[in-house]
Structures are given as structure tokens and as C-alpha cells.
DNA sequence: GAAACTGTAACTTATATAATTACAGTATGA
DNA sequence: TCATACTGTAATTATATAAGTTACAGTTTC
């Protein structure tokens, strides 16, 4: 997995923790400590599943459009890397007469699909008020 | 992910459905189409973990030395990629003075291991045998 | 119409993955 | 006992993916 899912989580529980919930590319970037055109790319893919709106020119940025107590990581997973658990690679050939060599590309493919379901589940018990609400503990702790 | 865990699953089948349940790298290379070399860095790995034995010189060869029945996919994921669900890049900075940004790491990598805990418990629903079974069945429905 | 934004593609650089080579170590059997 | 056929492992090279950067067109505001 690449780490847009990262990003993605990072800037929408940092949108969530703003009073305005906006801020610019600029200002994400900053704070996640990458580049503002990389930011720009996982607003867009997050602005396409109704997650965050933009506004485009002076004044402009991300604003949060979505309710971080209902909004579970699941669903930026699905927008951001869905389909990654799998690996690039596939071991095995499925034109050669073998019955393992030719099949296991397929039972494979399977059981990744259905793991990374699985997973999903497992996001799906995190929101981003519930990220946001950890780090605050952590921050609490501190003092 | 990388995909030595698709080696090592494709190769534990390969092995499993041998009438010796023995077979040497260029053998499973073949099989796996990749590089011997590559077959013997997690066939090795593999008997650290006890999974397979290796005999060495003329004859020699990965031999299977588990029981395909009982032995999960969870513990040769644990063997081979344990800790690769996590990206290797992170977002945040520990050293800055946002809540944020500076606790983000930590609530992350601890969500990442805890996803992998979960991812785990997936593997462990399926043995060595299933996934033949599984490549059978498919060999099968082609007749 | 200048300024401050996003959207997106193209390009470069860095890193991770896979293939390959090489060779030391080990067991077998003629 | 020596050639042969294996594993073990490290080093190197090639390739693919990820991340950083640049560039610029499009949009909104003042």
C-alpha cells in the first residue's frame, strides 16, 4: 500500500480539528509534511467520493463535507487504495499444463480480494472524530 | 505487500500435492516462475519457521514439514511479511507543535498494527490443503 | 485583470522489488 | 576422494513503484 491512505486520514481528521474545518493545499502540506500538488491529488480523488468540497481561487482550499462522528475509514480506504492488498506480481503461469502452476493466479487474486474486504471491516470500526479523539489522549498525556 | 508470500504459499502447494512432498528451488522456480535463488531466500525463511526441511547436496530439495491440514496462512504470512501493512512513509512531524501533526505517527502505526492483527485472523481461516483444495476445484470445473 | 487558489499532467528523483550472478558450504555416490 | 547436485546467502543489476517537483491552465475573488 502507498501511503495516500496516510494522507488522506491525516488531512481530514487535521479539516476536522479546524474551527472553519478549511484550509489550502498549502497549509495540509505543511502539516503533513509532503508537497502541496501531492495533497491536491488525494483531495481531488476525496472530492470525487462527496468526502471533502473545494473552492477554487481566493479563499479557496478543502473544506470537510462530511460528518467525521458517521464518516469511517473504510470509506477512504475504498477511495484511496482500493484494490492494493494485492500484490503486482503473480506467482505461477496459467497457460502451462500444470494444475497448480495454472490455477493458483486465480485462487490467489481471491483470497486477496476477500482479505482486503476483511480489512475494510476492520476500518470500518474507525471514524475520524475516533483518530482525532486518540490523538488528543496522546496530547492530554503529555501534558 | 511484496509478494514472497504468494511464493511461499504457491510453493507449501506445490509441495503438498507432490506424492514425496519434496522438490529442489529449480523445480518450485519453475513452477512459481521466478528465480531459484528467489524460491531459496523464502524456502529459507520458511525453515527458520519450521514449515519446510532442506536437505542439501545430491537428492537434496525442500521437503514439507508441516501438516497441510493444520497449518494456516496466518503463520506463513507472520513468517514471511509480518509488518509490511504499513507504509513505509509517514505523515506528521513528532517534533512540531501541533497536536496534530506531531501525534499522528504514533495513532496511525498503532491503527496499522492493529489492522494487520485483524488481516491476520483472515489468513488463519484458510490451511495449506484449502488452497489446494481450492485449485483443484477450479482444475476441475475446467473437465 | 492581478492575485490566490485548485486540477492535472509531465518529469525527475528516490526507494523498493525482482532478477541475476557468484560462490562458499554440504551431502551423495561412483 | 573427487565430481556432482544441491542449499545458503550476499552482492549486483534491472525494473517498477512511490514521492517530490515543476508547470501551467482553469477558477474565483477583490
Same mark, same amino acid.
Given at each position: 500500500?502507498?501511503?495516500?491512505?496516510?494522507?488522506?486520514? $491525516?488531512?481530514?481528521?487535521?479539516?476536522?480539528? +479546524?474551527?472553519?474545518? !478549511?484550509?489550502?493545499?498549502?497549509?495540509?502540506?505543511?502539516?503533513?509534511?509532503? $508537497?502541496?500538488?501531492? &495533497? /491536491?491529488?488525494? !483531495?481531488?480523488?476525496? /472530492?470525487? $467520493?462527496? #468526502?471533502?468540497?473545494?473552492?477554487?481561487? &481566493?479563499?479557496?482550499?478543502?473544506? +470537510?463535507? *462530511?460528518?467525521?462522528?458517521?464518516?469511517?475509514?473504510?470509506? &477512504?480506504? /475504498?477511495?484511496? *487504495?482500493?484494490?492494493? +492488498?494485492?500484490?503486482?506480481?503473480?506467482?505461477?503461469?496459467?497457460?502451462?499444463?500444470? !494444475?497448480?502452476?495454472?490455477?493458483? %493466479? =486465480?485462487? !490467489?487474486?481471491?483470497?486477496?480480494?476477500?482479505?482486503?474486504?476483511?480489512?475494510?471491516?476492520?476500518? %470500518?470500526?474507525?471514524? #475520524?472524530?475516533?483518530?482525532?479523539?486518540?490523538?488528543?489522549?496522546?496530547? %492530554?498525556? =503529555?501534558?
Amino acid at each position: 500500500m502507498n501511503s495516500e491512505f496516510s494522507i488522506a486520514v $491525516h488531512s481530514l481528521v487535521l479539516l476536522a480539528n +479546524l474551527p472553519e474545518r !478549511m484550509a489550502t493545499s498549502e497549509m495540509i502540506a505543511d502539516n503533513v509534511c509532503t $508537497h502541496p500538488a501531492r &495533497i /491536491r491529488k488525494v !483531495m481531488s480523488t476525496l /472530492r470525487k $467520493h462527496g #468526502i471533502v468540497a473545494t473552492k477554487e481561487g &481566493i479563499g479557496g482550499g478543502y473544506i +470537510l463535507d *462530511c460528518d467525521p462522528e458517521t464518516t469511517h475509514l473504510a470509506l &477512504i480506504y /475504498r477511495a484511496v *487504495c482500493e484494490g492494493t +492488498l494485492k500484490p503486482s506480481w503473480s506467482s505461477g503461469d496459467p497457460e502451462t499444463g500444470c !494444475m497448480v502452476a495454472s490455477n493458483v %493466479q =486465480k485462487v !490467489m487474486d481471491g483470497l486477496f480480494h476477500e482479505a482486503e474486504e476483511y480489512l475494510e471491516s476492520y476500518w %470500518q470500526r474507525w471514524t #475520524i472524530a475516533d483518530v482525532l479523539r486518540e490523538i488528543c489522549a496522546l496530547h %492530554q498525556a =503529555k501534558l
